[in-house]
């Protein structure tokens, strides 16, 4: 099983829908979870931390379920401008040497349509 | 406040010759990662830096790479004798607090814009 696997997409939805990502990680040991939004040619940005009792930010809502190891993230509402790239990252912690590496997943392609 | 920046934004040299990116992280972070990424793909660690020392090189491709950090603060990474196949965005991050110091738990990473590196 692959660190972090995410379904690439591209996940082409009309404005105004709601649209919901999933992300499995495999290290049962990891402890922190981000997602993480990256617009074509641009760098990666932190859309929002994910904790153990959910949280949301206006329209968007991130969950995670750690017995079955994955994160999801969900976008109500679409708008044109949340046409981009959904990194799901999770950090890669080991109880033997106490790194916590964060893992970036290969993203999930989002495109929001007129 | 200021965020991460990078030199060059853009930079294409001929195969064979040398090139230095250069990274300054955000004011008080710790820890500063490069990563790059080709046309299409996912990111790839490359090194970590916690201060001056690297404790993590393990994603550095080849002895062509290098990096170093001065100060705890700005950072370069060289490619001697580049390729082809190191065509890519080199991006930097930093963050608060390096890995193993939160108790399990990591700090979020902030990017710069990048170095998009085109080898002719």
């Known amino acids: 099983r692959k660190e972090v696997e995410q379904d690439p997409g591209p996940f082409n939805v009309p404005e105004g829908a709601t649209v919901a990502f999933n992300c499995t990680y495999s290290?049962?040991?990891?402890?922190?979870f981000f997602w993480y939004r990256q617009d074509c040619r641009k760098e990666p940005k932190l859309l929002m931390s994910?904790?153990?009792s959910g949280n949301e930010d206006g329209r968007f809502t991130a969950q995670l379920n750690r017995a079955s190891q994955y994160i999801s993230l969900l976008i109500r509402d679409s708008k044109l401008s949340d046409s981009a790239t959904y990194l799901c990252v999770v950090n890669a912690y080991s109880r033997n040497s106490g790194n916590t590496p964060l893992v970036f997943g290969k993203g999930t392609r989002l495109s929001v349509i007129a | 406040g200021a965020g991460v920046s990078q030199s060059p934004s853009n930079k294409v040299t001929e195969k064979g010759k040398d090139v230095e990116l250069r990274c300054d992280p955000i004011s008080g972070h710790t820890a500063l990662y490069w990563y790059r990424q080709s046309l299409g793909q996912g990111l790839e660690f490359l090194i970590y830096f916690q201060g001056n020392s690297a404790p993590d090189k393990s994603g550095l491709p080849s002895d062509r790479f290098s990096a170093e950090r001065t100060g705890g603060s700005v950072s370069t990474l060289t490619i001697q004798r580049t390729q082809q196949e190191d065509s890519a965005v080199y991006l930097c991050a930093s963050s608060l607090v390096g890995q193993g110091s939160a108790g399990g738990r990591s700090y979020e990473q902030y990017f710069g814009p990048g170095t998009r590196l085109t080898v002719t």
């Open positions: 994910v904790y153990s």
């Open positions: 290290n049962s040991a990891s402890q922190s």
